[in-house]
């Protein structure tokens, strides 16, 4: 399979200073001051968006005490994967502890209805040919997924030891005992000699601190925390008949509501949909998998595929490659790639990236028109017109958000004017100077993604050795031997992603490779009798000045876009250094890709020497 380039705009007729401008216009409007402050996090009155289960009951048990060899953090994809691994490498005594009630990490939580992967299914989905899977379609529902990833626990017997509804509280390193002491909301104390911290990336759902937000006696949930009790429907029948008289305004047009917005406008008696940045979204040209394609697949099918996402995507197809993927996320390779065959290829990272910056107001023009060609209204059209280069927001793709607008019930309301939506009241809201009475109101404000670390992690208490604390060693930067390891804190294995690691197209892609790394460094420790394994300074400091000498500077590019989580909201962290540097969900990527990260790592454990470790028998 591999596609045709998309029809844009010629490069002669899209007059880019002037689009420059209105980004910069666009965004201006946007930034907030506050930044993070604008947030605030699901807990007081809000506390059963992040600590209730809306899935299934928080049934009481009796609190552990006990000794265990390793425990995962977390159960979704970055705690499955770390599981498997370290199932495979032989280690036994482990488990996942996670505070939802199964594993599947968001796709256990986000249950919305339209909830489905944005990303090629093919490539997202780890581990399809050890699993003899396949995914029913390209972009695959949200329940299929979750199914999908709970089969890989039951595989691999994560299901016996998993502890869930249980929440992490606080962890120390005990140096007198040689492990970590947790302690959870259930009364645990887990004394666990290595941790793998699997808590992912939007763990954590957050709202808006919109002014009134208490006052507001209506119905409000977030998207994290879908009701369908109150909304009618399930997930995998996402008929919401109990909003039939109801007016309903949802707050964000992130992907979450892309997704969901279909769905409220069929079923709502009115829904708002309250707008700050538009999102990009492109037609979806979901297909079901093709069988005679299946029978195709050659042993490492996946592998390639993913690799060639990965280039098409975020570095540069190899010439003479074909797109296999075909979608939005690798558009811009894919019509920069027919250019290059007939007009030759870049000469330098500045010749491509300089010519990746008109195909980035190309492919935006082609999406601002399809806007115009769908949405009837115009006020309504040019409210959703994204202003801003590719990859400033996460792209979406979705066949039904735009048609929705042309319901009579549906309203698409701007409030970028006022940096989100003016204030709340005891009977709605206020955009505008305007106050809309509205029965429900809907969060998808997105998670916490790039704020404070102990804002996403949510546990106030995280140290290591001699009581230091992980949230003041990275105040203002990460410090790490490959973006796994940290000093002061001795068989800790960050199995996070974005921090001083390589950056996968597909994240599944970053938890399976921490996944093998951590559990490879855990059993060699576990054969060899090493009761602790801890970076040197030495080789940390190496490492983190070889990421940083390898380092893509992308600021620039982020200064410019909208605020976002993508860049921290525009704003900026000083360093120890006394340097401005904005904080990107990235972290501090590791530069030169993905792959020669994984390439890095495999020879580094090749040589088996577990180099730039402090080992300690006792
Ligand atoms: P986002 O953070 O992307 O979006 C949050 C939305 O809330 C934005 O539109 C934001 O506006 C808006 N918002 C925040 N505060 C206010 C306010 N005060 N007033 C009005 N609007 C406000 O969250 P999502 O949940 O949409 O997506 C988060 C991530 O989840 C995605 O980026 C993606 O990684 C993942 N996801 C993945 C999917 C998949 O297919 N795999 C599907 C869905 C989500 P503004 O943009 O102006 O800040």
């Known amino acids: 399979m591999s596609c045709k380039p998309t029809t844009v705009p010629p490069a002669e007729q899209v007059d880019i200073p002037a689009l420059r401008e209105k980004y910069r216009q666009e965004r201006s409007i946007r930034v907030n001051s506050k930044g993070q402050a604008q947030y605030v996090r699901p807990v007081e009155d809000f506390a059963a968006v992040y600590e209730g289960d809306?899935?299934?009951?928080?049934?009481?048990?009796?609190?552990?005490?006990?000794?265990?060899?390793?425990?995962?953090?977390?159960?979704?994809?970055?705690?499955?994967?770390?599981?498997?691994?370290?199932r495979q490498a032989g280690v036994k005594n482990f488990r996942n502890i996670d505070h939802a009630g199964d594993f599947g990490g968001v796709w256990y939580w986000n249950r919305y209805p339209g909830?489905?992967?944005?990303?090629?299914?093919?490539?997202y989905l780890p581990l399809l040919e050890e699993m003899g899977f396949m995914p029913s379609k390209k972009f695959t529902d949200g329940f299929e997924i979750r199914n999908y990833c709970q089969s890989i626990a039951r595989k691999y017997e994560l299901y016996e030891n998993a502890l869930f509804h249980t929440l992490v509280t606080a962890m120390r390193w005990d140096e007198s005992i040689k492990r970590y002491r947790i302690s959870t909301d259930r009364g645990d104390e887990i004394r666990a000699r290595f941790v793998v911290m699997a808590n992912g990336l939007l763990n954590i759902p957050k709202l808006p601190g919109i002014p009134g937000i208490h006052e507001y006696k209506g119905k409000m949930?977030?998207?994290?925390?879908?009701?369908?009790?109150?909304?009618?429907?399930?997930?995998?029948?996402?008929?919401?008949?109990?909003?039939?008289?109801?007016?309903v305004a949802i707050i964000g047009t992130g992907a979450t509501a892309v997704q969901a917005v279909p769905f409220l406008g069929k079923y709502a008696k009115q829904l708002y949909v309250l707008q700050r940045t538009a999102s990009t979204v492109d037609e979806r040209k979901n297909t079901p998998t093709?069988?005679?394609?299946?029978?195709?697949?050659?042993?490492?099918?996946?592998?390639?595929?993913?690799?060639?996402?990965?280039?098409?995507?975020?570095?540069?197809?190899?010439?003479?490659?074909?797109?296999?993927?075909?979608?939005?996320?690798?558009?811009?390779?894919?019509?920069?790639?027919?250019?290059?065959?007939?007009?030759?290829?870049?000469?330098?990272?500045?010749?491509?990236?300089?010519?990746?910056?008109?195909?980035?107001?190309?492919?935006?023009?082609?999406?601002?028109?399809?806007?115009?060609?769908?949405v009837q209204d115009k006020e309504a059209a040019n409210i959703l017109k994204p202003w801003y280069r590719y990859l400033c927001k996460r792209p979406a793709s979705n066949d039904e958000f735009y048609p929705t607008f042309n319901l009579p019930n549906v309203k698409v309301i701007d409030v970028s004017k006022t940096k989100g939506v003016e204030r709340m009241t005891e009977k709605g809201f206020v955009a505008n100077g305007v106050e809309y009475e509205a029965d429900c109101v809907i969060f998808a404000s997105g998670f916490e993604v790039s704020s404070d670390l102990d804002r996403r992690w949510g546990f106030d208490i995280f140290e290591g050795r001699e009581g230091k604390s992980i949230y003041d060693l990275w105040a203002t930067e990460y410090r790490t031997l490959h973006g796994t390891m940290t000093r002061h804190f001795p068989n800790l294995f960050f199995n996070i992603?974005?921090?001083q690691g390589g950056f996968a197209s597909s994240t599944t892609e970053m938890y399976k490779l921490y996944g093998k790394h951590s559990a490879w460094v855990i059993a060699e420790a576990q054969k060899r009798g090493i009761v602790t394994v801890e970076p040197s300074l030495e080789a940390q400091d190496k490492y983190v000045d070889h990421v940083r000498a390898t380092a893509i500077d992308i600021s620039a590019f982020s200064r410019e876009c909208t605020p976002s989580y993508f860049n921290n909201e525009g704003e900026e962290i000083v360093t120890s250094k006394g340097e401005k540097k904005l904080r990107s969900y990235t972290g501090e990527a590791f530069g030169p890709g993905f792959y020669v990260f994984e390439a890095m790592l495999q020879e580094w454990r090749d040589k088996g020497n577990l180099e730039g470790l402090e080992l300690s028998h006792e």
């Open 115 to 123: 909830l489905s992967c944005d990303n090629d299914a093919y490539c």
């Open 54 to 86: 809306p899935h299934m009951p928080v049934l009481p048990r009796d609190p552990i005490s006990e000794d265990l060899d390793v425990a995962v953090l977390g159960g979704g994809w970055g705690g499955v994967l770390a599981g498997q691994a370290l």
């Open 290 to 374: 093709d069988p005679e394609w299946v029978k195709t697949l050659k042993p490492g099918w996946q592998r390639e595929r993913q690799l060639n996402f990965h280039r098409f995507a975020m570095e540069m197809p190899n010439v003479g490659e074909h797109d296999l993927i075909c979608d939005i996320w690798t558009e811009i390779n894919r019509n920069l790639s027919v250019q290059f065959n007939e007009h030759g290829w870049p000469t330098s990272p500045e010749d491509y990236m300089a010519k990746r910056e008109v195909m980035d107001y190309q492919v935006m023009e082609r999406l601002r028109a399809r806007v115009d060609s769908i």
């Open 497 to 499: 992603g974005f921090i």
């Open 221 to 247: 949930f977030h998207t994290a925390r879908w009701e369908y009790e109150y909304t009618g429907g399930s997930q995998e029948n996402p008929v919401l008949d109990k909003l039939k008289d109801k007016r």
